[in-house]
């Protein structure tokens, strides 16, 4: 239906603006029902412990950022990328509601009734869906659409873990990267992806399970025969046991072997801390701690045009309604069809380094 008036809400964690605002942003991460399993009553008291003990070493990472995460401002350009990309619709604005941080759902559920639209679609700046990322996400969409008022048709993509244009965008960013490394030997690539604990993947969330999806879909496109490549898990927070083998493991043995790396983030699809600070700084430093000979981080893909071209077409799918619906979440759209659909996800795989072990975790607090 051409020249309808369409809200396109982008979904993603955020991250503070200023350093009076890690403790707070903390707080709201640490609170969510979704990422610390308890009831409320003790989770609010607990969440603003944790916030408090893990302000500091958080503050220290977003000091190397300039007091501020730039999530925010990448996010926005993947915004007007997507507005071009789908001009043709009619009037098409996309909006940005994150999950921690300012702008977050309340403000923008405003924004886009003023907006008027015909439709909503939710599109998740996340490829792999988790029960801690997208699934919380829509769940604080829903509640502030209805307290704003804002009753207009919409429809999820549920996650695009294989989107052809995403992991070409990867694939040419990898290429580069590969072409580097090895002029300092036979290089491994390291697909990290943000970890999670292993209950939440055991209570069936399918993040792990597509991770390994888009590593191998990564893999398929490179088309570079005898690739040294690994799945692995970065951003380790707490005390419960995360999903491996870890990046810091995987580093470790890439040392041992002698053989250069190069880390792609693959959960991530904008630069922030845990790319420009995690992977740039910290992994870096291991990886000459432990002896591997050259190390590339290869970044995100941002708004890199197949993969902006590749979304857009998930919001045309999506309003079409061509494709399948995801069977367990009631609504969103499953635009893998059944293959990244979380229902199939209970049957877990894995691509996992046999000495992948547990992450080295990172300390709730300065330790
Ligand atoms: C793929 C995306 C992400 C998943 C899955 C995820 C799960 C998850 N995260 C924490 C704890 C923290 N995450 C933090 C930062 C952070 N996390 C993601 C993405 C995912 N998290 C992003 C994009 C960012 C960076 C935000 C930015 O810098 O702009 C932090 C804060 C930073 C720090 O203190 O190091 C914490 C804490 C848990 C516990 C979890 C699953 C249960
Ligand atoms: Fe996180
Ligand atoms: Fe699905």
């Known amino acids: 239906m051409p020249n309808q008036k369409i809200a396109v809400v982008l979904f993603n964690l955020g991250g503070p603006d200023s350093p009076e605002a890690v403790r707070p942003f903390l707080f709201n991460l640490f609170n ?45 350009a993947q915004a007007r990328a997507i507005e071009s990309a789908l001009a043709d619709m009619g009037e098409v604005k996309a909006f940005i509601a994150m999950r921690y941080w300012h702008p977050m759902s309340d403000e923008t559920a405003d924004q886009v009734r ?9 599109l998740p700046l996340y490829p792999q869906f988790s029960t801690t990322t997208t699934a919380s996400s829509e769940k604080m969409w829903f509640q502030a659409a209805k307290a704003a ?35 300092h030997g036979k290089p491994r690539v390291l697909f990290s992806s943000h970890g999670l604990p292993k209950k939440v993947v055991k209570g069936g969330d399918p993040y792990q399970w597509q991770c390994e999806r888009t590593a191998e879909a990564i893999v398929q496109e490179l088309d570079m025969p005898g690739l040294d490549w690994v799945s692995c898990y970065q951003s380790r927070v707490g005390p419960l046991e995360w999903i491996g083998p870890s990046t810091d493991s995987e580093i470790e043995r890439a040392g041992a072997d002698k053989v250069p790396l190069v880390v792609v983030p693959i959960a991530f699809v904008s630069e922030h801390s845990e790319t420009l ?84 975790k990172r300390p709730l607090a300065a330790e």
Do not use: W
């Not at 701690?289 to 890199?304: A, I, L, S």
């Open 149 to 183: 008022g804002l009753d207009k048709p919409t429809v999820t993509v549920c996650c695009y873990p294989t989107e052809p244009g995403f992991i070409k965008a990867a694939a040419r960013l990898i290429r580069s990267g590969v072409a580097e490394a090895a002029a």
């Open 114 to 122: 003023r907006f008027d639209p015909d439709r909503v679609v939710l």
């Open 277 to 360: 600070v995690e992977i740039e700084v910290e992994y870096r430093e291991l990886a000459h701690e432990k002896g591997v000979p050259h190390f590339v981080r290869v970044p995100t893909v941002g708004v890199e045009d197949s993969f902006i071209q590749g979304l857009a077409g998930l919001v045309r799918r999506a309003l079409a309604g061509e494709v399948a619906m995801c069977s367990q979440a009631g609504g969103r759209i499953c635009p893998d069809g059944f293959q990244g659909c979380p229902q199939r996800a209970r049957q877990q795989t894995s691509r996992q380094s046999p000495v992948g072990g547990q992450q080295a």
């Open 32 to 76: 969510d029902p979704a990422i610390i399993r308890i009831p409320g009553l003790f989770r609010t008291p607990l969440a603003h412990l944790l916030a408090k003990r893990r302000a500091k070493p958080a503050g220290e990472i977003y000091e190397i950022l300039g007091g501020k995460s730039p999530l925010l401002e990448n996010t926005q």
